[in-house]
């Protein structure tokens, strides 16, 4: 339930910075004057408006979102030889990558996990299970840290964001072109927009999206083998084949997954990588991860 909850905010925060944006841009409609025809210009404007819309403000909402779907607990003051020696090693971690200290916090969940998240780098969050805490070393998990920190480091969830913002502009925008030439060409309506142009936009975003996605996942994939670089260059290279070998066995274990799509992608689990095509996985296999950090010297 809240879940649901937060997902109808956002999509209610993001209705309406779009749709301030739009009023103070001036864009009401993308028909042209005379309701026969599209004002390209506008609908450019009107996709890209509510495209970067919803990337933008869930990227900024991230932290808060995260701590909130999965129960993180941040770690303000340690109260165990764990969290003590978790804050340390991310601050050793983050002090070496060159960025600020970021958040530290622990999810519930059985599964051996972790992620990144948060707006910018030098204001973001690094959170482990306790499943993850439960089984690794202390090495494995120093070198899962340095990959989370990579991906701080390397500034993926702002790049993500904005890919995925330029795929949703794009993916509106050829859908409401696809849409309007139905409904004029095969449907015969002069003015305005018809039931027909609807349905048509609908069913077209909804193939466009599925298909753009190899896109994201291509660069989920990409970033993915940054990240593990990272890893052994702030931990080392030894752990951090150790931690994706051990990911291995926990893959093979079948514990269910537990966090939340949204965060999956900034994850370090493989598993979704093993149940889908390739093309639209946002992991590597992990012994393709392995075999790469073993032949780079």
């Known amino acids: 339930m809240k879940r649901i909850g937060l997902f109808l905010m956002t999509n209610f925060a993001i209705i309406v910075v779009a749709s301030i944006t739009l009023n103070l841009l001036g864009v009401g409609s993308y028909l042209d004057q005379s309701g026969s025809g599209l004002d390209v210009v506008n609908l450019l404007i009107f996709c890209a408006v509510f495209g970067f819309a919803g990337s933008l403000v869930s990227l900024f909402i991230s932290k808060w979102m995260a701590k909130r779907t999965t129960n993180t607990h941040i770690i303000s003051t340690p109260r165990t030889p764990d969290e003590r020696w978790l804050m340390e090693t991310v601050r050793e971690l983050s002090d070496k990558a060159g960025i600020k200290m970021p958040e530290v916090g622990i999810f519930p969940a059985p599964e051996a996990n972790a992620f990144a998240t948060g707006w910018n780098k030098n204001d973001a969050l690094v959170a482990v299970s306790q499943g993850l805490l439960q089984r690794f070393q202390k090495n494995e998990i120093r070198a899962v840290l340095g990959h989370e920190i990579g991906h701080v480091a390397n500034g993926d969830m702002v790049t993500l964001s904005l890919i995925q913002g330029i795929i949703n502009t794009f993916v509106m925008f050829f859908a409401r072109v696809i849409g309007h030439t139905v409904d004029r060409v095969i449907l015969k309506n002069e003015r305005g927009h018809g039931m027909g142009y609807f349905i048509a936009t609908m069913i077209s975003e909804f193939i466009l999206a599925f298909l753009a996605n190899m896109i994201v996942a291509w ?9 593990d670089i990272a890893g052994a260059e702030l931990a080392d290279k030894p752990s951090m084949i150790a931690a994706l070998r051990r990911l291995q066995q926990d893959s093979q274990m079948q514990i269910p997954n ?31 991860r392995i075999q790469a950090l073993q032949e780079r010297h």
């Open 219 to 227: 660069f989920s994939r990409y970033r993915e083998f940054r990240a």
């Open 258 to 288: 537990h966090m939340p799509d949204t965060f999956k992608a900034f994850g370090i689990s493989s598993g979704f990588s093993q149940q889908v095509m390739k093309a639209f996985a946002t992991h590597p296999p992990l012994e393709v």
